[in-house]
């Protein structure tokens, strides 16, 4: 059960452009969202988060929005430069308990200089 | 930065072994968590760990899975009879209070 769903699984964009990563979920009772980057050979780092009480979240050259309505929440990249080349994955909690994460599957980020 | 330390990066061994594998979270963290990522495939939660016990756990997480947090800084995932589907990158990842986890950089378990 597949309760985050990012489908796309790669993208491509030129540097100075903009990235705009997707991610669905179906689980109402997640209420608080996490972006992670994934370089080869090492572990997810965390990129920037929102909770279900805004629908803005913006740190520099990142920022996450958020629709609750629709379930989906998307990562702009702007400028995109070519060190974000990465898997992204989206996740969320539900913020009860032990707040264990629920990952999309990552859509892999190629930045060409 | 505070950073999630793993030992072995890379463990390879023989289909009906037992591994172990070990982590060292952040000192001041509560909350510990082994998740794992099957190549190709999404990060996919085993196991939380709070106050010496386990909080949650997945239906991936069965009997030949266990954690153990032995002293007070490792974390170990300990699995009792490898089987060739055991094979993935193991993450640790400790919480502190703000809801961020820390993932430690993986260890590549090979079950041959």
């Known amino acids: 059960d597949q309760q985050v769903k990012q489908n796309s699984p790669s993208l491509s964009v030129q540097e100075g452009r903009i990235s705009i990563l997707n991610c669905d979920y179906t689980?109402?009772?997640?209420?608080?969202f996490l972006w992670y980057k994934k370089y080869p050979a090492e572990g997810p780092t965390f990129l920037i988060s929102i909770s279900s009480i805004k629908d803005k979240n913006e740190d520099g050259r990142f920022t996450v929005f958020l629709n609750k309505s629709a379930k989906h929440l998307s990562l702009h990249i702007v400028p995109s430069q070519p060190g974000d080349s990465a898997v992204y994955f989206c996740?969320?909690?539900?913020?009860?308990?032990?707040?264990?994460?629920?990952f999309g599957t990552g859509t892999r980020l190629t930045v060409i200089p | 930065e505070p950073e999630v330390t793993q030992t072995p990066s890379h463990q390879v061994t023989q289909m009906g072994q037992e591994v172990i594998l070990r982590c060292v979270p952040i000192?001041?963290?509560?909350?510990f968590y082994w998740y794992r990522q099957i190549l190709g495939q999404k990060v996919e939660f085993l196991v939380s760990?709070?106050?010496?016990?386990?909080?949650?756990k997945s239906e991936i997480f069965d009997d030949q899975f266990s954690v153990e947090r032995p002293d007070g800084s490792n974390f170990t995932l300990k699995i009792r009879s490898t089987k060739l589907e055991d094979s993935a990158m193991y993450f640790c990842a400790s919480r502190g209070p703000n809801e961020k986890l820390f993932f430690g950089s993986g260890t590549q378990l090979s079950v041959l």
């Open positions: 000192s001041n963290h509560l909350y």
């Open positions: 996740a969320a909690t539900d913020q009860t308990g032990a707040n264990n994460l629920f």
């Open positions: 760990f709070y106050n010496n016990e386990i909080s949650e």
């Open positions: 689980n109402s009772m997640f209420d608080y």
